[in-house]
């Protein structure tokens, strides 16, 4: 049975190679080198390593070409799979940290190293990288089935919460907060619609084109990472 190292070590032949948002993937194509997206790479994988779909519309479907998506990354983790606390992924080589997309957004689907690292299909401008779990906000965090796990004897790399984020929910985020990431982007560019405070859809659309344009992870959510690039602070 293949192990979670053996996703890791897999997925690490592949750094720096290059990332395009939703570009296809044939999960059964062993020699493919790009360009990937976060599902795809992850789901790709799986199927090289455990010769079966995850993480796709039908995971019953072709292989060649099934489409992977971080929405049904989190549809099976809750079917299929072995959820697990963010702290036991950290730790344990082969998990995989998913963050839900909202509606009309993308989520993010990202391998643990089992040491507080990352292998994942990031941003175009950055590719696949080696990245770090902690500081980022992820929904939940899967084992999936047909690997041996192994997670470290003592879980001594702890999970850092990123503090707030901003991002496309019910009832949406309100303040002041907010109309300053709406002005930073029309600064920017980019039209967010009226800077009313409200974190609504226009508003993570905009997030997301400056994110995509900025080389960033175009989630449409703003954390430390695109309040930099905004130039925008909490206080």
Not at 218 to 232: C, F, P, Y
Request: aromatic share 8%; charged share 20%.
């Amino acid at each position: 049975m293949p192990t979670g190292q053996h996703i890791v070590d897999l997925a690490l032949r592949h750094l720096k190679e290059p990332y395009v948002l939703g570009a296809p993937v044939p999960k059964d194509a062993a020699g493919w080198k790009g360009p990937w997206d976060c599902a795809e790479f992850a789901s790709w994988l799986v199927y090289q390593l455990a010769g079966y779909l995850y993480g796709c519309d039908s995971d019953t479907g072709n292989s060649a070409t099934a489409d992977a998506y971080s929405g049904w990354w989190a549809r099976d983790a809750a079917a299929k799979g072995r959820a697990v606390a963010l702290t036991e992924a950290i730790n344990t080589p082969g998990a995989f940290l998913i963050r839900k997309p909202a509606p009309g957004m993308v989520g993010h689907v990202a391998l643990s190293a089992g040491d507080g690292t990352t292998v994942e299909a990031y941003s175009s401008r950055m590719g696949v990288i080696a990245g770090k779990t902690s500081d980022r906000r992820w929904d939940l965090a899967v084992l999936v089935p047909g690997f041996d796990y192994t997670p470290a004897a003592a879980l001594d790399t702890a999970y850092e919460a990123p503090g707030l984020v901003l991002r496309l929910i019910n009832p949406p985020m309100r303040g002041a907060l907010v109309e300053r990431v709406q002005r930073a982007l029309l600064d920017q560019g980019y039209s967010p619609g009226e800077p009313d405070g409200v974190y609504g859809p226009h508003t993570a659309a905009a997030v997301a084109a400056f994110q995509a344009a900025k080389g960033l992870l175009a989630d449409g959510e703003v954390g430390i990472n695109t309040r930099k690039k905004l130039g925008v602070k909490l206080g």
